[in-house]
Structures are given as C-alpha cells and as structure tokens.
C-alpha cells in the first residue's frame, strides 16, 4: 500500500512532535498508518455518512436519498427518520454493550477473588467496599470483607438481568431527574435488558417511531452509565485502590532506550495490573538484565494505559492514534492488549519491528498476533509468563532501528471523586462556593477519543485550554486525558495558563486547572460527582452550569457516552458530525427537542474555539438561571483573533 503522507503535512494531521516524527519514519519505511488508510477510504460513502443507509435485513441493503430524487423509502418502508434512528440506536447499544461487558468481566474476578479463586487480587479499598455494599442495604458489620464482597458482586449479577424495575446505582441520582426518567419511560432496568431491547426494537418491523426508538437509546445508553461503567469503575477501584493524585509521565518519551519496553493497551485493567505486579518480579527483572537491558518499563497506552495511570502512576505512552506509531519507534518488545480501541492494524506494523503483539482475552483475538488467554485464576503466573515473553523479545532489538522521539512531559493523574473531595477538604462545599461566587464559573468534562479526520489532539487542546482561560474547571477521561497531558495542561503549574479565578484556587489546593478523572469507563466518576454536587445543592443535574464535550470522538462507546450524559441533564458538544444528519427529524429532536425533555441536549461544533463559545454561554445560562453573578450569555463571543490562531506548541 502507498503512504500518502509526505514531511510538510504532518502537522495536519497531529499536533504532537512525537507522532510527527515517527510519521516520517513512516513515510521513510513506507508503512501505512491509521491516515493513509483514511485517505484510501476518501471520499467515505455519503449515505453511511448521514445515516440514511439501512442493511437491517436481507430485503435491503437499502438507502434513503437525501437530495428527493431517489428512493425516499427502504423495501420495507423505513423511511428517513425510522432508519436514522435505528442506525443511532445500534451504535449506542454496541457502545454500552462493550462497556457494560468490561463491567460484567470485572465482577465476574471481584465475585472469584470473594471466593478466594484467584491468584493476584484482593479487596484494597474497604472504604468503598462498604460504600456499595451499604448503598445496596447488604449488612457489613461482623462481617468479614470476602463475605459482603460476595453478597455484592450477587447484587450487582443482578443489575445485567431482566427482573429489576430499576439500576440500583440510580440511587445516587437526584430525585427530580429519577422522576423524570420514570414519567419518560426510561429509568434503566437491567444492562444487558436495554441492550437486547434496542436490538430487537431496530429489527425490522418492531419500533418504527423515531421519537420511541431515540428515548429508549437514551435509556440503553443509561444503563451503560449508571450501569455497566459505573460497575466498572467501583469495582475496579475496590481491588486496584481509589485513585489518589499522583505525578507521572506521558508521551512516546516514556519509551526507554535502554529497558525492555511493554505496552499495555486496550481498556480492561485485570490484566495489566498483575503484569505491574509481574515486572517487579525478582527474577523476571534479572532475566531483563541478562539480556543487557537496564530493567523492566511499562507504558500504558488508550484506556488500560489510564487504569494504571490513574492508579499506579505507570508513565503513559499516547492515545488512540499513536497506537501504531509506538510500535515505530523501535524499542517495544511487547503489546499486550486486552480489548476495544486496539486496530487490528497494530499486527501489521509490528511484522516491520521486533514487537510481539500479545492478545490475552478470547472474545478478542487478532491474527498476527500471539495469544495467551488469560485467566484471572492464574492471573499472576500469567501475568509473568507475557512479562518474560516481552523480556526474550528484547534480544531481538536492532539498536540501529531505535527512535525515541522528544523528552517526555510530566502529567497529573488520579482525580477519583473521593480524591476530589479530599483535596476540598472532605466536602463540595469549597467548590460550590467557588462556582456560587463566579471564581469558578462552571465545570466541563472533556472527553473521548481521537479520530484521524480531526488533526491529533488539536480539539481537546485548544477546547481546555480556552475554557480553563475563562476560568472554567475542566475534567478529562479517556483519549481527552492524555491529550492535555502531552500538551503540558495537567500539572499544577498549569494554573498560570488559567482566568484569575480558576488559577487562585488551583495554586490553593496544589491541583492542575484539568484534572483527570480516568479512563472511559470513568465517565461515570463525572456524572456522579454532577449528581454528588445537585444532591448537595438540592437541584437537579440539568440546573448545574456543567457541559460535556467529545472534541475528536471516533468509537460507538462515546456515542454511548454523549446519550447518558444529555439524559443526565448535561449539555455536550461533539465536535465530529455523527451519521443522523440524514433525518431533520432526528437533528431537531436531538439538538433542539430535548432539551424540553431531558434538559439538555446536543451540539455539533468542530471548531474548537467556537464550541468554547457555545459552552461558555451555556454556562452563563445556566448561572443566570440559579441568580448567579453571570455575563450575559448573548455577550459571549470569541475575540476574533483567538479564531484559527494556530495550535499550540506541544
Ligand atoms: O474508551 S477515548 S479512543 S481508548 S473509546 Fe478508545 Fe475513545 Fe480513546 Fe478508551 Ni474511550
Ligand atoms: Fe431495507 Fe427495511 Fe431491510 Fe433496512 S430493514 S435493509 S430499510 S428493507
């Protein structure tokens, strides 16, 4: 395959210097990456684009024409609307499936470890242990940690199932909004019952109502948010630990010329933290030292790079897009992924490098690569079998080959909710004052993934950075996470780059003015501490000025996201179009109509500067509405120099 990158445009494509310089190896060595592949796909096809394309059933494949001019309706009737709508609900349940399916594999460890079967965990954190038992009514006292484990993970079996009226997570919504759900018909009932049911409603000839089919993906998408990730992250926080602030390292920087070098990238952090466990081995360590090398260095990538970012401190090596290019630097003797996010490209690359590819979890398997399924009732002794496969590999390194591009940048982590409240000082008082005040004039969650139709990193760069400015607070997960830590926005001293408000109180509490929050998963540490934060102020979710924003999102998972985050009542602008722009219908509904339904709705901005704007007045709208000191929101604009003034240095 021909590369189409050439030297002078690699700053189009990502604003990072790292991946510039390993894209001119790539065109160096002729190796295609992620951009070449969408060059060779350009231009994508129209319909698929604005979702008017249906293949629901062997009647079709069937398209809708956008223009009036050709066929108006499917075989079977659909029209416009109907398969708009459809299309946006699979997405949203293949969204929440996949995260709502990582949760189930955590609890299916977290109820083996209750049993005593597995080999390399335990319950950490008791604190929150006894946290999710008491919001379940499981009885703690005189009881030991594996018994009201065990009773735990039975309840949360549960919540995948079909019996329950509603999820029991709900109870930390406010009031208000868990009334409304119910009024709307769509309180979350069981994580797996909602994503059945938006199959089976999109199958041909069930819902054909475009209003029914979109409030049900707005409940599917619920029952991942304050379901399935929800499950994810509280669970993972008992046997990993609460994440607590902590300073590391990010970027292809973290690669290290003289240790043997593993990856660790996909989502799922059971495995990765047995192989954290593993590196440490004494005699893995030796073995790493027989071969010449000075030790053994992890690096994370995408989100299994933020579980352990998050909670170990592991230095983190890049988000999605930079997946194949680490591979190119040279000096990886192993990826080892688990699942999600990892293209199946990365083979490829590695068949140019000495790097084995080491998928571990059979729902995900990749040709071309070496597969060690993974066990978690072996879990250390599999962690040190992928360890040592990684060690062996370092003597096939050619040294000449080796790349490492510019230094890496230090990088906050580790903003957990409980690690919020206690840097506050054990309550959202501080930071409500400081929002009732205008010190602070809202919080953002910026999140999601990159996506090679946006230049790398350049939305969620420029979007935090013009909102910290405007002394917004901002809090980032995922791909969104990574990016402000390579551009240097997440560590304390980056207070200087925030308003005079926002700076005061972060130089106070010894925080960046970003502050990371997690993994994807983790989006559900966002929407409760939204809820924590209504639930103290006595208001709903929708009241609060908070927005949400997926600058450069790419997956189904962050489709998913963006639902249960406006049917929480949070306001989200995306800054890639998604394929509804083929149903009026649909696009009013969305980004106009709910907001009388949900409270909330959605935007589509691309250009980061404007959709700073739009969130900024949001915000304002929202402190007029509480009788806050605001700006008026119509007053809100970007000064015109700040449009298109270029991307900031990384
Ligand atoms: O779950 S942000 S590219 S790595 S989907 Fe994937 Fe998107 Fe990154 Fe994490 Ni989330
Ligand atoms: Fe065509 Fe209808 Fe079948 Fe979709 S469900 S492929 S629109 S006939």
Not at 33 to 50: F, H, I, K, N, S
Not at 199 to 204: A, D, G, Q, S, V
Not at 259 to 265: D, E, F, G, P, Q
């Amino acid at each position: 395959m021909t590369t189409f990158n050439s030297k002078n445009n690699h700053a189009r494509l990502t604003i990072n210097r790292d991946a510039q310089e390993m894209l001119d190896r790539a065109r160096e060595d002729n190796i295609p990456t992620v951009w070449d592949r969408l060059a060779a796909q350009e231009p994508q096809c129209g319909y698929c684009a604005m979702g008017l394309s249906c293949r629901n059933c062997a009647m079709g494949p069937c398209r809708v024409d956008p223009f009036g001019e050709g066929p108006q309706k499917g075989v079977c009737g659909a029209d416009a609307d109907i398969i708009v709508a459809r299309n946006l609900g699979r997405t949203i349940a293949a969204g929440a499936s996949a995260h709502s399916d990582h949760g189930r594999d955590i609890l299916e460890t977290f109820h083996a470890t209750a049993e005593g079967k597995t080999s390399g965990y335990r319950i950490v954190d008791h604190e929150k242990l006894k946290t999710l038992a008491r919001e379940r009514g499981i009885a703690i006292d005189d009881r030991t940690p594996n018994d009201v484990a065990h009773d735990l993970a039975e309840a949360m079996f549960e919540e995948f199932g079909t019996r329950k009226e509603s999820l029991d997570f709900l109870a930390r919504v406010p009031k208000k909004r868990r009334e409304l759900w119910q009024k709307l018909g769509i309180t979350p009932r069981g994580i797996d019952r909602e994503n059945v049911e938006m199959l089976h409603r999109t199958h041909m000839g069930v819902d054909n109502d475009y209003v029914n089919i979109l409030l049900h993906a707005l409940r599917t998408s619920l029952s991942d948010g304050w379901g399935g990730s929800m499950i994810a992250t509280e669970l993972s926080d008992v046997m990993f630990g609460t994440p607590k602030p902590l300073l590391s390292r990010v970027n292809l920087g973290t690669l290290k010329a003289d240790h043997v070098n593993i990856a660790l990238h996909g989502h799922n952090p059971m495995l990765s933290d047995v192989i954290v466990q593993a590196a440490n081995d004494p005699e893995l360590v030796k073995l790493a030292k027989a071969k010449g090398a000075a030790g053994i260095n992890l690096v994370g990538l995408c989100c299994t790079g933020n579980e352990l970012l998050m909670r170990r401190g592991i230095p983190m090596a890049g988000n999605h897009l930079m997946q194949e290019l680490a591979i190119m630097t040279g000096a990886l003797e192993a990826m080892v992924v688990d699942y999600q996010c990892i293209m199946p490209a990365v083979t490829e690359v590695a068949k140019c490098f000495h790097t084995q590819v080491i998928s571990t979890f059979d729902k995900a398997k990749f040709p071309g690569a070496i597969h060690v399924t993974f066990d978690p009732n072996r879990g250390i002794e599999i962690g040190k079998e992928i360890v040592r496969r990684g060690v062996e590999a370092f003597a096939n390194r050619n040294p000449e080959r080796v790349r490492i591009p510019v230094g890496s940048m230090p990088m906050m982590a580790g903003f957990s909710v409980e690690a919020i409240l206690a840097v506050l000082g054990g309550t959202p008082a501080p930071l409500v004052d400081a929002i009732k005040q205008g010190t602070i004039r809202g919080a953002v969650g910026v999140v999601g993934c990159n996506n090679p139709k946006i230049p790398q990193d350049y939305g969620h760069v420029v979007l935090t950075r013009r909102l910290i400015e405007k002394d917004i607070l901002v809090v980032v997960t995922g791909c969104a996470a990574v990016a402000n830590g390579k551009a240097g926005q997440m560590v304390p001293e980056a207070a200087e780059q925030a308003g005079p408000g926002l700076k005061a109180v972060c130089k106070a509490l010894g925080i960046p003015p970003v502050l990371h929050m997690g993994s994807c998963v983790d989006n559900s540490r966002i929407i409760t501490l939204a809820a924590a934060l209504a639930n103290y102020l006595g208001v709903d979710i929708d009241q609060l000025p908070l927005a949400g924003a997926a600058p450069e999102w790419y997956s189904e998972k962050a489709v998913s996201i963006g639902a249960y985050v406006v049917a929480s009542g949070i306001y989200t602008v995306l800054g890639v179009q998604p394929p509804i722009f083929g149903s009026r219908n649909v696009v009013k509904l969305l980004a106009d109509g709910l907001e009388g339904v949900v409270g909330a709705k959605f935007a589509v901005e691309p250009d980061p500067e404007k959709a700073a704007v739009l969130i900024r007045r949001h915000i304002e709208s929202k402190r007029k509405a509480l009788g806050l000191p605001h700006i008026a929101p119509e007053s809100v604009r970007a000064p015109e120099e700040a449009l298109h003034a270029g991307w900031p240095a990384s």
